[in-house]
Structures are given as C-alpha cells and as structure tokens.
C-alpha cells in the first residue's frame, strides 16, 4: 500500500510529475526503431516572447509617460479631494443622469479619491507590466517537511526538557499540573459567562402587557384598552369597517419603563371580518367567540422567529409574515396555511367597555412569539 | 415598363408591400370598428349618464343592480372614491382574469365620464367620497409622523420606500412611484383588492396628509449616497456587488495577469 | 538610496533580519487571475479595518432611547437608539461621513463574495492538498468569521431591516433544544431587545472577531509564502519548482498596486451607488416590519433555508417544544456546512491514499468527481441562496411566492445529484476533447477539398508546449482491497472501513480517462500522416481509413482506454 511517505531523508522532492521516463517500450513504428517513453515529458519553459516596450525605445519610454500620467492624475485627484472636502457644502444636492439628484460633496468626494487610488493601482500595475522585467524565473522547492535530523533534533529537546523537569520520575507533579491548569481558567468564564445576563427568568416569556395585573386587594384589574400604534389612542369597535386593519398595542404602554421589551410581546394586529366569513368549524366558531362582532385580535408576532406579521390580505383573509412567508388563516384561528411556521397566531380575547372601546379582559393563554423548550409549561395559564 | 414595376423583384418590395398592407388593415380597423358604449355628450344628470356607463361597461361582472355576481363584488356603499381609484387608474374594468387587477396606461375613460359612474355609485349607498382638494393639501404636513404611520401600516406590504412587495399566490402590493396623491389617498380610504381599509378612524385624514407628505418625499429627496438600486433592500445590493464590484475586479485581475503587448 | 541603507543597516543592527528579507523579496509568484482572488478579499479586510477605525469615532454603541435633531428632515422628532442616531449623523452630518460608511459596508460585502470565488477557485484545482490543507481549515474558519463579522456589523445602526434581523436571531437561539430560553436571556442580558445587544454586537464586531481575522489571515499568508504559491501545470511547470516572477519589484508592484485598485474601485462604487439606506428603513421598532426582509447577501443561504423548511419540523414530544424547523436552518445549519468543506481535504485523502505534496494545480475537469462534489455543493448553496429572495423574485419576474418557494424544495433534492452528474460528465467529455486534441490537433478552420471531392477540416498539431498541459495529469486508479481476513480467518482490523474506503475509492475513480501517450500519439501519426500535408491519393481505400475517419483513433484503441481500472495489487 502506498500510505506511507515516499520521500526519505534529504531535502530533495521525489519526482511524480509523470515527467519521469519509465521502462522504454520499443515500439516499430514507420520504421524507426526509437525508444518512446511511457508518458510525455515536460518540454520546459517556452522560450521567452519579448514585449514591445523590450526591444523598442519608443514604446517603452511611451510606457514611462503613461505611468508617469497616471501617478499625476492620481496627484492631481488627491489635491481635489482636499479643496471638495472644504469648499462644498454639505447640503447642496446636484443631479447626475442615470442616478438623479444626489449629494455633491459625496459624489465628489468618492469619486476623486476614487481616481486618486485608481491612479496609483493603474499606473504601478502598467509599470510592473510593460517596464520591469516579465522573464518568468523559477524557483526550486524544497520538501515540506524537516529533516529526519532536524526532527530528531527538536524531538530530543523536547523529550530531554521533560526529562530535565523530572515530569516522568515525579508522576505527581505531572497530575497536580495537570489539575491546576485544567482548572484555572473556570473563574473566568464562569464570571463572563454568569454575568452575561439572569437567565432564570424563563417565564417572562409568557408574560406580556396584556396580563392584567392584580390589585393590591387581590382583585382583578381594570380590563386594558386596546390602543392605535404609535398614537396609543383608544380604539371604539364602531371604528372598525370590515375589512380594516389596526396596529395596536395596550394602552399602559403609556406608562411602560420598558417600551421596546413591551412592544416585542405585546403587539397585536386587529381585523374585522364579516362574520359569515368566519370557517363553520370549531376553529372558526372559537375565533368569533373570542372576538367582538366580527373584530378579532391576534398576538402579531410570527410563532416562527418573531417578524411582525403584518400583511393582511383583506379578500382572502390570509395573514403574511414577511420574512419567511409563514401564511396564517384569519377565519380559521390563524392556522397556518403556507410557509415554515408550525403554531397558529395567540389571539387576544377582546370584548367591548362601557364607553365603546375595545378592550381585553384577560392576556394571551400561551406564550407569543417563537416557540421554545419548556413552552408547554406556560400553555393555558 | 415603368420605373415602379422595373423594381418589383426588389428585395425590399415584399417588406414595402408588407408594411403596407398592415398599415391599410390597422386603418381600417380604428376607422370601422365598433366602438365601447359612450354617452354623446355629458348630460345635466351624472347619475343617470353613470348608471348607462355602468350598464355597459360593469354590469357583467358586478351585476345590473350592482349588487355583486361571482365575478366581482357588490359595489353598494363602496363610495365614489372606489370608482375614482379602480376606473381613474385604469384597474377597472379588469382587462382579463388574473390574480388581482393592475394599474394600466390607458385609462378607457375621460374624467366627466369616471366621475359620472362615481356618482352612479355613491347614489347606491353612502361611502367614502372623492378626496377634496384641502384634504390632499400636504403643505405643513409632519414627514416625520406620516413615516411613523407608514412604516406601522404600509410599509410591510409596499416596503419601506414604496417600492412595492410580494402577497401570496402571485398577488403583489404595487409600488408607489408615480402614483398620484389622490389615488394613495382613495387606496387608503376604500381597500382596494387585497389592501385593508385604512378608514378616516384607523388613519385620521390629517395624518392621511402626513402619509402622503412623507410619500412624496421619498421620491423628491435627493439619493444621499448615489444610485439606489430601486429601493429593494439587499437582495439587489448583493446583485450589484457580484456583478459589477466582483466582476470589475476579475476584469482588472485578467488584464494585471495578462502578458503586456 | 543612501538613507534608505542607512536605516535598513540601523534595522539589521538590531534584529539580524537581512536573512529574512531576502527570504520574502525573493519568493516566486506564479502569474494567473484566479490567484487574485484572495487579494481580493485581503485588500477588502484591509479596507473595512481602515474605515472601521473612521466610524468607530463617531458611532455610538448605546441602545439608549433619544430623540432626533439632526439634518435629517423626515425622521426629526422620532424617538431612536443612540447607535441608529449617531448613524445618522454619520451619513448626513460628518463631511464624508456617508462615503466611509458605504465604502465600509460595499467592501463587507466584496470581502465574502472574494473569499467565496476564492475558496471555489482553491476547490475546484485542489489547491488544499498536502501541504496546504492547514490553509484550508483556517480559510473555512475565516470565511465562517467574516459572515459573522458582517451580520453583526450590520446589525449596529439599529435600523428596521437590521432590527428584524437581530429579532429572527433570537428566535433561533429560541429553538435550540433544552437550554434555548437560557441563552437568549444570556446573550441579550434580559428580555428581547434589551439594551445589551448593540454594545455587545459592538465589542464582538470591533474587537473580537477582527482580532481573530487578522491572526488567521497572517497565518495564511505566512503559510503560502512558506509553502510557496501552487501552479497551473505548464510547460516548464514541475510539481517541485515554482515559474513566476520574483516578489522583488514584480509582485510587490503588482499586488500593491492591486490593493489600489480594489480601494479605488470600491471607493467609486461608494460613491455612485447607495448601500443600506438605513435613514429610509426608520429605527428598529418590534411592530413594523418592511416587505423584501431580507439578510445581507451572503447570510441569504441561512434565511434561505429557514424559508424553505417546513412546518411539520417542529413537534411537541415528551412535554417539549422540538423546534427543528428553526434550529435546522439557522444555529445547525452553519456549523454543518463548514465542518463539511473543512474536512474536506482529510476526506479527499482518506479515499485516495494519496500522502504526496502537490504543488500542481489540477485543472478541474482533470478532477471529475471533486469538481461534480463541488458543483452539487454550489448549487446547493445556489437554491439556499435564492430562496432567500423569493419574495423579491415573486415581484420581478409576476410569479407566485408559494410557487417559488415549492419549487425551490422541490429543487433541493432534484438539483444538487443532477449538477454533480452534468458536471462530471462534461468533466469527462472535456477530458476526451483533450486527447483528441492531442492526438489529432487543433482544429484550425481551413478546410481541404480533395481533388475527388471530398471536404475535411485541416488539423494543426500541437507543438510540444501546448501539448504539455493536456497530458501531464495522473489519473488515479480507485484503491484495491486488501485481504479482508488473515491465514486465520479472523478479520482484519478497521476491515470495514477499508470496505467503505475501498467503495469511496471506486466511486472517485471508477470512470477514468488516460492521457494520451507518446505511443498512442505515435500511432496517431501514423494513421494520419499525411492528412496535415496533402490529400490522400485517389485510390485511398487504404488500411488506415479515409481521411474522415481520421477524427477517430482506431476503434479498439479509443475503447481501451475509456474502461473499467484494471485490479492491480498495490
């Protein structure tokens, strides 16, 4: 088997480049009586093909202009760059066909420093081409790998160091090493990692804005209006036409010290339907139910990775995500329809107040947003 | 034999003759074929002129009444501004069945004759009207909120500078480049299609005007940074790198490594 | 000159590194396009550091909620994070601010498409083979790094489409099985957003990641200087020389210059075309969301994904929430597919039994089975890739987003065989075309019409220079099994992977086409002697064929080659 190095000792490289001759096969061919080797053999470097610029002075002192142009407009650039940065305001707008009307002092900005570097790029690159020297030079490698010498010679430091420490002869402080570095470095990560954030508090994530907090006396609070987002002004369920779509958020956000954290969990996207246009199915019978005369509102964030769930489509009654296209069926309780999200949109239960506006009476009964691990934990609290 | 019929080999008769006859047929047929049903002339009553519009033009689908058929939805109580919107951009009446109706060119009708069947159908029942000139008056308008309210409302199906985005099933909210501010403003107000009702209730007609405010200006701000790709995000920024930057730089690679003359 | 001695003799004084400069100055580069590839995504890196420092002056990490003053009409009076605020100052109130923000971001992304053509330019030639499989890994870890670099700095201004992303990010840590809800407590110090997220993103994308990068990209440059560029094979070309031109005025010249280039040309589309509009795109807010939410591109293959996986993923089992819908596409699929492509020049190895160094390129159709693997890999990636833009796509081109994303899943496990297919066997067809091309010539378009009538194509042959690349490959013969058992009969050991090596072996090596050999040119010759020169004579019913048929090697003897390897004890 040919698994083992080829090479051995030395500093040379086994050929394998099929360039070697093997056993010459004598062949009658025509007549001759010559020895054709196995495989072809390198025919080395093709002889060298000189450039213009080489032999005639004219085009290579042509060249050396042309550089030399290329080095000055890269100069010439730069001096731009520096009077534009100062001279233009920064407000002025100007229009350049197949862009429009954009901003002066970075278009001239960008486009001379632009040509400042361009210049350098193009004018060095000519230079290496045309001027310096193009006959290719070949180098000859060497093995990759040391010398069996030189390996025995680091291996022998390295083993005779061992030696010298007395780690084989004192086995205990080898183990004991090996203990203390093993270990050091846990307080480290252990205050990084523990200091990266509480990550007790799972069941936050169930909690939303909607969850009416209790009295001090125990007993239930006020139901939470529900509120146009991002005026945060009531909404009254006679507001509402068929076919109408509100973004809405409690209306305590008001007051919330945490306003963006709220609004991650608490965004809610509210409809009307037609009632007749609700599924005769128990799914469809339940989102009436927990809606309010054909007015139904559901968590707006996807089960799938938390994009708002915005699109609605208000003749097919079809809700769209637009990250991952997760398509949920509003006469149907939001069951998902299209797309990669497994569970329906949480609905909010809504019913109306004295005065007409919309209200919910109770928070979501499982958690929004994408599902997790121990979700089933704080399902139907 | 004469100067016409010594050419009649010539290889370009048969392309003169062509072109010729079509331009005879094409003729015509704008000169004899039946026209769409048109009112002589606009008569005192609009309603009446409107409901014989409609007859012709809408009827099949929407029915004689208007009361809606299996092909298109009832129309009473949609308001003078849905028709305004639907026939005023050439939506309706729908060329052929497709997912949704489109914006067109041409628009079949004249103004009196859209604002005749506008109020043929505000007669059926009360809805929302034709935008006033004051409410589509942005001057003070807030930018700032009306983007606010786009961005709540708009912008996820329209995207975010009005370019337009992708419904299901090959239905598409259309981008809102060149669209009047009468139109957003009666797309807002009436639902068009697969677009919610943005009711003066949900979106007030003052911020309404901040909308369109904020619309306009997205089209009439300068492009801070240069050419914008058409507003699609980096879907079309990853194009333009692979194809210009990469591309550029492979170009420039081939000449660095290239054998000078 | 004098001065310059000078220092360099002060220098030399202190550190004895004359020695080393020679060693540098002296190094031979081989000369080819596709070896700028990499350049391509160096000077990239370069120019993001240069312009990071620049913005690292004036962007502030802070989540803290302000509202804004600035030049900016349409936004004045909203409420904002400090990090999408001081953005803002940056593109409308520094004097070419914007210009460095969108050089920053425009090289971003150049830098992974180089490092992606760069890294299919090194697979498709074998570049990772011995010595140079170490440059593999840590490529694979580079380009690993430079996505994330790139999400994260993204992520910085807080703007609605970079928001929404961060947003999907803490769904996927979400689905991670078991300790999920833990770690989106961890890495966002609290409930989502949080105002953790932007300094820590700031810390990981200005300090961590770029540390890494710079020590990484070193290495791999150290490491070609020391294992000396590969090459193309070439007349002149043996596996143990390098042809090229000396660092030492050439490349210096032509590199350096290429830096410029790539800065100039970058710096021009920065100025001409916009990047990342995040004025337009507003402040991050959980409740609105743009249509066309998409990552930046080279992230498209993992939203791609999570676009095209199913619902039916995820289950409840054991009282549990499995989120493999999620989990599959966004925190798995990543460590998957780089821990693939790094392994795989071990693989390569493994199945061939090939311990040689290999400084020869191999030309890709030379390599049919490694270029069918990546071809199947790339057009993986391709479906992945475009998915991610269905929606964007749906409007273009008046089709359906559901229609496109069915497709595309359907493509997923169509594709990738068929690509690898097409591509080997156009690999071998390619081959065939070279040895015809040795055998009979070039074709070379003046067209001989024999005095009986007859019309043939005139074929120039190959000189010697010419002919050299398209018979120089080796081509391997699959590995044979040893003996499975011992004179005992107990069974060797590791015998059963020997048995999958052995299968692996065949599958890479079964279809093989030999190069042309001198004989086989020979007998060429031979047979079409003088159809080069002059036509046939009149009575040409010859033993060696008409002249048509000179386009075809005897029958038994292009047969022969095109066969099944012969089992030979290795």
């Known amino acids: ?381 | 034999m004469n100067a016409l019929a010594a050419r009649r080999r010539h290889p370009a008769a048969i392309a003169i003759l062509l072109f010729l006859g079509l331009v005879l047929v094409g003729t015509a047929y704008s000169l004899l074929a039946p026209k769409s049903a048109q009112a002589s002339a606009p008569s005192a009553d609009d309603v009446a002129t409107g409901r014989q519009l409609f007859l012709a033009n809408c009827a099949t689908c929407h029915g004689l009444n208007a009361q809606g058929t299996q092909s298109g939805p009832t129309l009473v109580g949609v308001g003078a501004a849905s028709v305004d919107f639907q026939v005023g951009t050439g939506r309706m009446p729908l060329p052929g069945p497709g997912v949704q109706a489109q914006r067109q060119n041409e628009i079949k009708f004249s103004e009196e004759e859209i604002a005749a069947m506008a109020s043929y159908v505000a007669s059926l029942a009360p809805g929302p009207a034709i935008p006033t000139e004051e409410q589509l008056n942005t001057e003070g308008a807030n930018a700032a909120l009306g983007g606010e309210i786009f961005r709540v409302n708009c912008a996820m199906c329209h995207n975010f500078a009005g370019a337009g985005g992708a419904l299901t099933r090959g239905k598409y909210a259309p981008t809102l480049k060149g669209v009047e501010d009468k139109d957003i403003y009666e797309a807002m107000l009436t639902g068009p299609q697969s677009m919610p009702v943005f009711n003066d209730q949900n979106i007030t007609p003052e911020n309404k005007k901040n909308v369109l405010a904020f619309v306009n200006g997205i089209y009439e701000r300068p492009e801070q940074g240069g050419m914008a790709l058409g507003n699609l995000g980096p879907v079309s920024e990853g194009m333009f790198i692979w194809i210009f930057g990469l591309g550029i730089m492979v170009a420039i690679a081939v000449w660095l490594g290239s054998k000078a003359a | 000159m004098k001065t310059a001695g000078g220092i360099a003799g002060w220098l030399d004084d202190r550190t004895g590194g004359a020695g080393f400069v020679s060693f540098l100055l002296k190094k031979v580069f081989p000369d080819h396009w596709t070896f700028m590839l990499g350049e391509i995504a160096m000077y990239s890196l370069i120019i993001c550091l240069l312009t990071g420092v620049f913005l690292t002056f004036w962007f502030v990490p802070s989540a803290g909620q302000i509202v804004y003053d600035g030049s900016y009409l349409p936004l004045q009076g909203i409420t904002m994070s400090e990090a999408y605020r001081s953005t803002l100052d940056i593109s409308f109130d520094v004097r070419g601010g914007l210009l460095i923000r969108q050089i920053h971001h425009w090289a971003a992304l150049l830098f992974v498409a180089a490092i992606t053509v760069h890294m299919i330019r090194v697979f498709f030639t074998g570049a990772f083979r011995k010595p140079r499989e170490i440059n593999w890994v840590i490529g694979t870890i580079l380009s690993l790094l430079a996505l994330l670099e790139g999400f994260v700095g993204y992520s910085l201004p807080d703007d609605l489409l970079s928001g929404t992303g961060i947003r999907a990010m803490e769904g996927f840590l979400r689905s991670i099985p078991v300790i999920g809800s833990y770690v989106i407590y961890l890495v966002f110090d609290g409930p989502f957003p949080g105002e953790a997220i932007i300094p820590r993103m700031y810390s990981v994308h200005v300090l961590l990641i770029p540390a890494i990068l710079v020590a990484l990209f070193t290495a791999h440059i150290v490491l070609v200087f020391v294992h000396k560029h590969t090459q193309f094979p070439g007349p002149g070309r043996t596996n143990t020389n390098v042809v090229g031109y000396p660092f030492m005025p050439v490349y210096i010249a032509k590199a350096g210059g290429f830096f410029f280039l790539v800065f100039g040309v970058t710096a021009l589309i920065s100025a001409l075309v916009t990047i990342n509009p995040i004025w337009a795109y507003g402040p991050y807010d959980p409740s609105p969301i743009t249509a066309g939410s998409q990552p930046d591109w080279y992230m498209g293959f993992a939203d791609g994904a999570l676009r095209l996986l199913p619902g039916f993923l995820e289950f409840e089992a054991l009282g549990r929430t499995w989120s493999f819908n999620v989990f599959l596409g966004s925190i798995l699929l990543l460590p998957v597919i780089f821990t693939v492509q790094g392994i795989y020049p071990f693989l390569e190895k493994w199945v061939t039994g090939d311990n040689r160094e290999h400084h020869l390129l191999d030309r890709p159709r030379n390599a049919p089975v490694r270029s069918g693997i990546g071809a199947m890999a790339v057009s993986f990636y391709l479906i992945l890739f475009f998915a991610a833009g269905n929606d964007i796509i749906a409007i273009k081109l008046h089709l359906s987003i559901n229609d496109i994303t069915n497709f595309l899943r359907l493509s997923i496990f169509v594709v990738p065989p068929l690509a690898f297919w097409i591509t080997k066997r156009i690999c071998l067809s390619l081959q065939r075309h070279d040895r015809d091309k040795v055998l009979h010539g070039r074709e070379s378009g003046t067209i001989i019409r024999t005095a009986d009538g007859r019309f043939f194509e005139k074929h120039e042959p190959l000189d010697a220079y010419e002919r050299w690349p398209l018979v120089q490959q080796e081509v391997p013969e699959p590995l044979v099994l040893g003996s499975q058992t011992d004179a005992n009969g107990v069974a060797a050991k590791h015998a059963r992977s020997e048995r999958i090596r052995a299968r692996l072996s065949h599958f890479y090596f079964k279809d093989r086409v030999a190069p042309v050999t001198p004989a086989e040119l020979a007998a060429a010759h031979a047979h079409g002697e003088h159809e080069a020169i002059s036509p046939p004579p009149e009575t040409s019913i010859s033993v060696e064929g008409p002249p048509e048929t000179q386009g075809l090697a005897s029958p038994t003897s292009e047969r022969e080659v095109v066969k099944r390897a012969p089992e030979k004890d290795l």
């Open chain 1, 1 to 381: 088997m040919s698994d083992e190095e080829t090479p051995h000792g030395g500093g040379t490289m086994v050929e394998d480049d099929g360039a070697a001759s093997r056993l010459p096969a004598r062949r009658g061919d025509a007549g001759h009586d010559v020895a054709v080797p196995e495989r072809f053999e390198n025919p080395g470097l093709p002889p060298h093909v000189h450039r213009l610029s080489d032999s005639n002075e004219v085009a290579s002192k042509r060249a050396e202009r042309q550089v030399a142009m290329l080095f000055g407009l890269s100069m010439l650039a730069t001096v731009a760059f520096l009077v534009a940065y100062f001279a233009i305001d920064y407000t002025i707008d100007v229009f350049v066909p197949g862009i429009g009307s954009t901003n002066l002092l970075h278009l001239v900005l960008g486009v001379t420093m632009a040509v400042s570097l361009l210049g350098i790029g193009f004018g060095v690159v000519h230079w290496a081409k045309v001027i310096m020297p193009d006959e290719e030079i070949v180098e000859e490698r060497h093995l990759q790998r040391s010398s069996d010498a030189s390996r025995k010679k680091a291996a022998d430091l390295i083993l005779g160091g061992g030696e010298m420490a007395q780690l084989g002869r004192r086995p205990l402080l080898k183990y004991s090493l090996g203990g203390a570095l093993g270990l050091f470095a846990l307080p480290f990560v252990v205050q990084v990692a523990g200091s990266l954030g509480n990550p007790t508090e799972v069941s936050e994530l169930a909690e939303t804005l909607w969850d009416i907090p209790k009295n001090p006396d125990g007993s239930p609070g006020a139901p939470i209006r529900l509120a146009r987002d991002p005026e945060l002004t009531p909404i009254k369920a006679s507001d509402i036409t068929i076919g109408s779509v509100f973004h809405v958020m409690p209306e305590t956000l008001k007051d919330s010290k945490h306003v963006l954290e709220d609004k991650a969990k608490a965004a809610v996207i509210l409809m009307r339907l037609d009632p007749s246009q609700f599924a005769d199915d128990e799914r469809g019978r339940k989102t009436q139910e927990w809606g309010y005369q054909g007015i139904i509102a559901y968590s707006k964030i996807c089960t799938h990775v938390g994009c708002a769930v915005g699109l609605y489509e208000q003749q097919t009654h079809h809700l769209l995500c637009p990250c991952h296209q997760s398509t949920f069926d509003a006469t149907r309780d939001m069951d998902v329809i299209f797309g990669p999200a497994k569970r329906p949109l949480p609905q909010l239960k809504i019913t109306v107040d004295a005065a007409g506006y919309l209200v919910a009476t109770q928070g979501f009964t499982e958690p929004v947003g994408p599902s997790f691990w121990e979700r089933n934990e704080f399902v139907n609290e």
